[in-house]
């Protein structure tokens, strides 16, 4: 009986260290996968999608304001001398919430037309930074198209929905 029980408590830990063992092999034989190519996981705000044209830039949001077609439904109008007239030298934009931002590089901008919600337009040129707050329904023309005699390039830097 002693001979037994003997036998039954080494054979116990001799299986688990066994076990243990082979366990400790097979990982060793299966590295850890390499996730440095993996996307990350934290949101870059980064713009999802290519500009539709070379000229202009598209570079970052929220994703509340996006680029679409202006034949379809838009809430924000641009129009640029660097959009080729064959495309209306203008590009649109949807807006799907009461607010939202896209930093983006249009260069030629002469004018932004706001539908159903108001906006503010950050403008850049040889004079300065310019902040337009336009209404919904609003056009507002802006450098070369503003009327004033300012024949300085603008170019549109930000888009803000802010209602």
Known sequence: MRTRLYRWLTAGPVA??????????????????DNSTAPPAVEDFNHPGGSPYDSIKLLRGDGHIVATSCAGSYQIRVLSNA????????????????????????????LIRTEGRPV????????????????????????????????????????????
């Not at 082979?22 to 299966?30: E, F, G, K, P, Y």
């Not at 707050?133 to 830097?157: H, P």
């Open 120 to 163: 503010r337009a950050t403008l850049d040129s040889e004079n300065g930074t310019q902040v337009v707050d336009l209404a919904k329904k609003q056009t507002v023309s802006v450098g070369e198209g503003s009327g004033t005699g300012d024949r300085s390039k603008t170019t549109l830097v930000e888009l803000r929905v802010t209602g």
């Open 16 to 33: 688990a260290a066994a076990t243990l063992g082979v366990s400790a092999l097979a990982m060793a034989d299966n590295p850890a996968p």
């Open 83 to 110: 959009i080729p007239a064959g495309q209306g030298n203008e590009i649109c934009f949807q807006a799907n919430s009461a607010s939202g931002f896209l930093t983006v590089e249009i260069p030629g901008t002469f």
